[in-house]
């Protein structure tokens, strides 16, 4: 849904489809035709933004597959939904009977969470709808709070910065 700030910009408020278990597309998709078309029939809104959680494996395949992608952005416009925010917290087994402080792995210490995460605004930047300014991401905050050293700080403070050296973010709109 979208309201309007005293300060003339929008804000989007969206319904957040990790509470329905999935990790591959088609149940991504099954979750869109059902559960979040029916919220936004039920709430009567032209337009409901959603939050998506992906699993990295299909952060990876939407990022890399034009035709994966597109399945997605068709299945947003035919139930009015639009996508300003992903869920980049667990990066897999978000719905296994015991979660814990597996969500937190991988951390911030290793290239897959910086890879997922890349991966995840790829993905965003191509479903954002073109008159949102900004769109988000959620991550966890570095590890899960104990032990964190100065050398775990250094490892993902390098690793962030070696990635931005050799990857360039681009937003919409933007050109390389």
């Known amino acids: 849904m979208r309201f309007r700030h005293p300060d003339g910009s929008v804000v989007h408020l969206a319904y957040c489809t990790n509470v ?13 035709d059902g559960c979040s078309a029916l919220v936004r029939k039920e709430l009567d809104v032209p337009v409901l933004g959603v939050g998506l959680w992906l699993a990295h494996s299909l952060a990876e395949r939407l990022a890399n597959s034009p035709k994966a992608l597109d399945r997605l952005a068709r299945a947003l416009h035919r139930n009015d939904l639009e996508v300003v925010t992903l869920n980049g917290f667990p990066y897999a087994g978000f719905h296994d009977k015991v979660v814990g402080k597996k969500v937190y792995l ?21 479903l954002l709808p073109a008159d949102a300014s900004y769109g988000s991401i959620s991550t966890l905050p570095l590890a899960w709070r104990t032990p964190w050293s100065r050398a775990q700080d250094a490892q993902a403070r390098s690793l962030v910065h070696a990635h931005r050296a050799g990857r360039r973010l681009l937003v919409p709109g933007q050109h390389a």
């Open 20 to 32: 329905h278990p999935a990790e591959d597309l088609e149940g991504v998709i099954a979750q869109l």
């Open 106 to 126: 991988p951390d911030w210490t290793e290239p897959e969470r910086l890879e997922y995460t890349l991966d995840l605004v790829t993905v965003l930047a191509e």
